[in-house]
């Protein structure tokens, strides 16, 4: 599959849409990111909703700088990002999903990601056009929304985003998944505004109703 540039992105202008985000949606980002830091001889402990911040030198009792932790996820997104895990059900609902619905995968990550990124979606599955983004994704999201008149959903793990999603796209529906059953604890939500889920099982039939497709 081939990464897209938003202004290049085909978009059916009366289907619905849905923009999807890759990690702790579609992939399991932390523990993939946690085997690929094992083998560079550092240890995860999952106690807050960070990154850098969980992970540690083993032995140690403080958690890494920003400046080694950044280091390790430039790494991990040159070398590792290969080797991660699809959740559960995500890719086959895509599939149900995508037949009626336009899907577009909208992801943050280095620009050095993009081989890695655009392989692995294809490998499990997600053979979906994606665009490599930096930043708050309210406005991208409002961008591609505005091209149809379908009814469009939103999906990402982190807050910050959805939050974004709501301020400049509030007519597009928002929801939120973290794939980490140990870092679901820690994560920031507010499901009241972003109906928040644990598993695709039960995402998929909500998308599928936010999207106008009706009931299974
Ligand atoms: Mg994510």
Redesign the pocket.
Known sequence: MQPTALEDLAIRPSAPLLIV?????LAH?MAGFERFIGRQGFEMRIDRFALFQNIYRPGEGEHLDFETGKVLFDAFFRDGADDLDPVEGAADALASLSQRAGVVIL??APAHALESRTGWLGKHGFDYPMILHSGLKGPAIAAMAARTTGKAAFI???LH?LDSAAADAPAVARFQIIADQRLRPFAPTVPDKHPLHEEWATLGPALRNAIGLGNV
């Open positions: 985000d890759v990690d702790e949606v980002f992801t943050n990402d793990d982190l985003n």
